[in-house]
């Protein structure tokens, strides 16, 4: 990041969180993929969920978006952007009224429904208020058929603009026309997995994920049209707006899936970030800064930070800081201004093992740790058994049966101190083994079938382990990057249909058992599933 900037953690252990947003009494309420809306509330993630519904999340559905009603206070309202029931998934927008720290299923109020999830993917997912009162919804094209962008008749492929309520404004572009939905803001699009607003002025940037060439921020009006299928990126066809910004995927040979971030309006950073919009590609894992001037065209875009873990969202702190969701390391980062002052080392822990028997010797690294100033770095080990080193990778026996938790602590020289995640050690303890019985490693697989899996585990302690400790996973391998698939299927055995896609390139599915034994020790094991068309 530039100079003066530094990052911290802030949320961590989430299962796959995919969006996180401030309620005006400084509440964060947190979305996870598979169903679940957590509290992160003085500095705790609440244990008791505030929210928790069954969900299909199955490949790119689930929990997808959220929002908070501007006027929160005096109503409770939280807003959802969900996929359905496994049987007949649908991505539709409920409204649930929170009463304390939970929200109960009766307050639901089903806003709009019946938005296509053909096979999974391309299901967008945004969800924003305007400072014109009215909820901006972002929809995806189904993932099957393109063409539901350009029908006017389909919520898919679209920006949607409607009323808390439900209702329709008045003003939307295509009320009153036969053969359009109300609902209809903008259409034309891919799969506008978020966008932004600017709480004043209202520019809409929308950051839509691209196919085979560009990824593109557009810039919301009403009754605009962007193109797709018939047009990705820059076209000189003159019925559809082009692109404020796009970035190609052929130049430089990688792969890519912006996300249209968040304007920056507070008072923690410098003058010269105030309204530039932040966004984030999830795939090469960075932040750009994208201006733009009084007409809301691009006047120059900026590199900003990079190497972060597959962020999908961002959203402004009370205190003017930036946050983002990383879903595939399942936490939430906050980035701040905090200028000529020092800022503390960044620490990262590893140990060699984590169970074992008495004796146990486990090979301590402090790989990765630095220091954003460039600062000499003391480090303090403590191991949780009453012993600690000062070495910044050590090697450890516990010689007594129990649990323990190992922290690294990193110093510098100006007084600037930060830890590790505590890493549980568990002595006398082996870990369980998990097997996978079937599907075998390398199997063909083609859209529509029917892939069963089984699987075991055997614990040196606890013996065969019962199927409630057996936790499967999946998830889609393109190219270089992944999709999630699955998530959290639990049992000996089950199985999944492969879905259509329309991704090109390298595809397979990596297929993963976790196993949990009675003390808690966990090991995973996986097969990779090649897909074919």
Known sequence: MPSGFQEDLLVFGLNHPVA??????????????GGRILIFKNGVLLPKPFLKLRVNDIFERGFLGLAIDPDFLSNHYIYIYRTTSPDSPKNRVERYTATGDVA????????????RSDNGQHNAGGLRFGPDGKLYISTGDGGVDKNTAQDLRSLN????????DGSIPEDNPFVGRPGSRAEVWSYGLRNPWRFAIHPQSGTLAIGDVGSA??????????????????????????????????YSHVESSKDAAVNGGVFYTGKNFPSKYLNRLFFTDYIRGFIKILSLNESR?????EDFAK???????????????????????????????VGGRNRPP???AQASRDSGKVPLTVQFSSRGSHDPDGDPIRFLWNFGDGHNATTPNSLHTYATKGVFFA???????????????????????????????????????????????????????????????????????????THPFFNDLRGRNGNFVVPETHEVGTLFYRLQLEVIDSAGVRSETYVDLIHKP
């Not at 109960?104 to 938005?115: F, H, N, P, Q, V």
Request: proline residues 8%; neutral net charge.
């Open 407 to 481: 922290v690294l602590t990193a110093r510098d020289d100006k007084k600037g101190v930060s830890d590790s995640q505590s890493m549980r050690i568990t002595v006398g303890n082996e870990a369980p083994v998990p097997l996978i019985l079937r599907p075998s490693s390398q199997l063909v697989v083609r859209p529509g079938e029917v892939i069963a899996f089984s699987g075991k585990g055997i614990d040196p302690e606890d013996g065969s382990l019962s199927p409630r400790f057996l936790f499967w996973s999946a998830e889609l391998h393109h190219n270089a990057h």
């Open 297 to 301: 065209n691009s006047i120059g875009v």
């Open 346 to 348: 960044v620490v990262a």
């Open 20 to 33: 996180a947003e401030y309620a005006p009494d400084g509440r964060l309420f947190v979305l996870e993929k």
């Open 104 to 115: 109960t299923r009766s307050s639901r109020k089903i806003l709009l429904a019946g938005i």
């Open 307 to 337: 190497g972060l873990e597959t962020p999908v969202h961002m959203t402004q702190t009370p205190d003017g800081a930036l946050l983002y969701v990383g879903i595939g390391a399942g936490e939430i980062r906050k980035i701040h201004f």
């Open 157 to 164: 492929g679209k920006i949607l603009r409607i009323n808390p």
């Open 213 to 246: 060439f560009f990824e593109e921020i557009n810039i919301g009006r009403p009754g605009s049209n962007y193109g797709w299928p018939l047009a990705e990126g820059i076209t000189p066809n003159s019925s559809f707006v082009n692109p404020v910004f796009q």
